[in-house]
């Protein structure tokens, strides 16, 4: 299974929907594998500096194949790779970034929402995640 544009776009719908019911005006990004913007919406009232981290949250977690807020396991201090978010150009180690994996487990894309507190960010996207089905 891939990651179609319908696809992207039921994931930005589905957490752009549940954004709105938390209150909150979130940037939504969708990246394929090789992490390139697939789909992106930015909500009315949408902080403009968080567009770039909305990105940058699926960019890590499609890099690194887990939550962004993974990867921060990896590189604060005193963990196995510190200072690991300065690498490939820039990291977002922060709630709000999920991988997509297609039922074969592989990864087909990711996922990056940022506007709210760190938790409504993961809450959002794990609402798009969801509308995904898989």
Known sequence: M???IERAFAAI???TEHATTIGVAANLAVLDAAAHLKAFARM???VLGSIDVAIGK??????FQMSSAAVW???KPGAAAPNLQA?????MPFPGGLPIFDRD???IGALGVSGGAPSQDLEIAQAGLAALGD
Do not use: E, K, Q
């Open 73 to 75: 396991d990896y590189c």
């Open 105 to 107: 487990g592989n990864l």
């Open 87 to 91: 690498s490939n150009g820039g990291l």
């Open 44 to 46: 009315d009232g949408a």
């Open 13 to 15: 719908a589905a957490g």
């Open 2 to 4: 891939s990651l179609t």
């Open 58 to 63: 699926a960019r890590t977690s499609a890099l």
